[in-house]
């Protein structure tokens, strides 16, 4: 089903909307806490209802291997699976597969399996039908991801062939029973030259999709590169379509974008942080192993008084986390998405109260 | 303050009550999930609310070491440190201390952290200063827990050892602010030796305390050993206080001992099972990992309707522990524990209706 999206509110190209799918809708900005394996790590289906979170996503190329898409497709889809009842978003496995360095041709990629070593190859065609299977309610295409900085010449043939790919994995997508049930998104490519950017967003409009998305940024490039990408390909998508910056969840990041007419994202920065002990704040990051915790009864942060974890002091948290109790990285992830799903809650409602600018301004006054 | 016991009903020697102290009130038979470094494993006090948890148990040794007692007084005591409104018991360090193998004398026990290697002394009186800072609602005097099989000279040096100190422990105790606020238990020492385990008994007894524990049992014996052993001490203490049974967490354990008249039991069985993907369930023991699994779209225990987890299936929980990730262990820790408190809870209904030894039948024909 094609994803629409409705503007509700616009604040120069800053978006206020809803996305709508065949599971139902979602508002955007939106960000989607990564569920790589069936789960966010340390937290459940419970506790992403209990933050308020609208859409999850989680990895093909993990899923896809363990525990595999048929079992599954046979325990009911990922939604029945890990009882979740918002939206699901499943990556294609391309961003994954790239960073083990496969063997790609014309026809796909083969890469060897982190927990066996077992060879798999992964096509166009096969990454929609494995994503199928695991019937999240959007899918991504299966896309080259070239590392930055690369040369001109990969970037190109990465663009090439993402397009190739791009076409052949929306025939496959439409010649099956997901368009009901499920929105494919097309995948953007071309490093940072926003000539590039121009030329594969081209492609992959003519394709067609049921959203856009824009790839292989945020890869550790500075943002005076990523940005004027972003923006090249960004005004060229259409006006009643979501549109995703695949792995961005820096706050300056997430303003910077939706600054650029972004509405979707997802990013493991929240929960990875937390689990070495950062937190994200209103006084931006902080980092809870320094000493001067250790006695402190404050809360993490204390503008925050309906954090799931106001109720615990810095002094605990600390102790825990410095006698590696488990429940510390569980209590610190729960903070810190409560923390970035409330600054894009903030963010839609500066866009719809006409207020974005001086949003955008207090968010680099802490953050940059 | 005394702990009191009330009895609501007994079945044999079996009791069915309320234990009282300065905080309030808890009713009996009780389980106490064990809080190690100041939080159960995985779970946080908004958990152990969740579970109906009365009393949580939290362990001096750890405690005084990382972030020691001073930090947690400072914090407001154990209960504003992890935000737990219930009880809270704390043991006095002996039994991991004698498990380090430290060098006694009559004055104390000299051990090494470990954390970070260094050297501590714990006296009675330490134990019970110590104790008093963590503020606990019940504190534990310092014992010689003598491991088992032990010549007859080791228990029984150990348990003349433990009758002296605990003339010490209950001393500094009555000599400081603390019984204003604080009950302190006493615990039997005597191996599986009956005649020593009444010596001990009598001793401690002699002494005077807020109530009594039975301690150095369930530490590899026999259950044909133990209960002789047990049985010779629960017909020595008073009705009217509270009877404690430290380090047993298994069905039958804990019915036996109920038969014999025990109201309070601690272990950390539960959760450490589930951290091995081993479940308790209506239908005895289920170790998750097994390949059965992989399919099953059950939930964990059909019986157990109400269970925190009821909602994820096998398949699901199967997939989370075999691919680590953190989730699983949480998850499987909420149903062990509240497998195990709703057993408990059964149990005491099955004392107030004079069904104990129906129940006591049915235990032992799933898990003996």
């Excluded at 910056?245 to 706050?251: E, V």
């Excluded at 994200?280 to 980092?287: A, D, E, F, I, W």
């Excluded at 404050?298 to 429940?327: C, F, M």
Aim: aromatic share 8%; charged share 20%; glycine share 10%.
């Amino acid at each position: 089903m094609r994803a629409t999206f409705s503007l509700s509110a616009a604040d120069g190209s800053a978006r206020a909307g809803t996305v709508t799918t065949a599971r139902g809708s979602f508002t955007t900005p939106c960000f989607m806490p990564v569920g790589t394996r069936g789960a966010v790590k340390h937290l459940s289906s419970a506790d992403l209802e209990g933050l308020g979170a609208e859409v999850v996503l989680a990895n093909t190329y993990h899923l896809m291997l363990r525990p595999g898409a048929d079992i599954v497709a046979e325990l009911g889809g990922l939604h029945r699976f890990s009882d979740w009842h918002g939206h699901m978003l499943t990556d294609s496995g391309g961003y994954q597969i790239f960073s083990l360095e496969p063997s790609i041709d014309d026809d796909g990629a083969v890469f060897q399996s982190v927990y066996d070593g077992s060879k798999h190859r992964l096509t166009p065609e096969s990454a929609v039908d494995i994503q199928a299977r695991l019937g999240a309610d959007i899918q991504m295409t299966l896309d080259v991801c070239a590392p930055l900085p690369s040369s001109p010449k990969v970037i190109t043939d990465a663009v090439e062939q993402t397009a190739r790919w791009a076409e052949r994995a929306r025939a496959a997508f439409l010649a099956g029973d997901s368009p009901a049930v499920q929105s494919q998104f097309g995948i953007v490519q071309g490093g940072v030259d926003p000539t590039l950017r121009v030329t594969s967003a081209r492609q992959i409009l003519d394709i067609g999709f049921d959203g856009y998305a824009v790839g292989g940024l945020s890869v550790g490039e500075g943002r005076d590169e990523m940005l004027p990408a972003l923006a090249a390909v960004t005004e060229l998508l259409p006006a009643d379509q979501p549109r995703y910056f695949m792995g961005l969840g820096d706050p300056v990041g997430i303003v910077e974008a939706v600054a650029s007419g972004i509405d979707m994202f997802d990013c493991v920065l929240p929960t990875r942080l937390a689990r070495h002990g950062t937190l994200l704040t209103s006084s931006g990051r902080v980092n809870l192993t320094r000493a001067e915790f250790a006695r402190s009864d404050e809360p993490i942060d204390p503008a925050l008084a309906n954090s799931p974890v106001a109720r615990w002091s810095k002094g605990y948290l600390r102790h825990l986390l410095q006698v590696k109790e488990p429940t510390a990285p569980r209590l610190l992830s729960l903070h810190n998405l409560h923390w970035l799903l409330t600054f894009v809650a903030e963010l839609r409602t500066s866009i719809v109260e006409g207020e974005f600018d001086g949003f955008r301004r207090r968010v680099h006054e802490v953050w940059s």
